[in-house]
């Protein structure tokens, strides 16, 4: 089988960040993520609509998981990878995102990672356990957003 050959099917066509970086900018790290979000869409000329696919390094605890990133500005996602990869998370979603848009399975794809850290916003988190859970922003007892109606474990895993 000959190899998957990528060359003129993807390119990057916007950047974008949030206005500042550091540990104490008292804003949520899905606040950060929609205005990079936001400065990425203006700098390529395209609208939130044309966005059909998402990727980013990892989500909560300590990051935004993809579906509640996509209920913030609204976006309708066709593909989706959320990985575990931490900082090593930027060749493997760029590769990821290519495969997705040369193959057909999106058009445009949003690559965001944001990183919550104790020092930063996580001050404003309960310390039960030291980490972990509670450094989410929303949800039912492990964070589940309960717009879905899912709002424990086992009804995500059920779903699933």
Known sequence: MPAFDLKNKACIVGVGT?????????????TLQTESFKAALEDAGLK???IDGFN??????????YDEFAALPGCHFRW?????T????TAS?????????????ADYVAITNTYTARRGYARYFPREGGGGESFRD??????EVAYHGLDTPVAGTAMA
Request: proline share 2%; charged share 15%; no cysteine.
């Open 138 to 143: 929303s949800g039912g007892g492990h964070g």
């Open 86 to 89: 931490h900082g090593r998370w």
């Open 93 to 105: 979603s760029v590769v990821h995102s290519a495969f997705a848009v040369g193959s057909g399975l």
């Open 56 to 65: 980013t390094a990892h989500g909560g605890p300590t990051g935004v998981d």
């Open 48 to 50: 939130r609509e044309d």
């Open 18 to 30: 949030s206005e500042k970086f550091g540990f104490a900018l008292d804003k949520s790290a899905i």
């Open 80 to 84: 989706v990878n959320q990985n575990w």
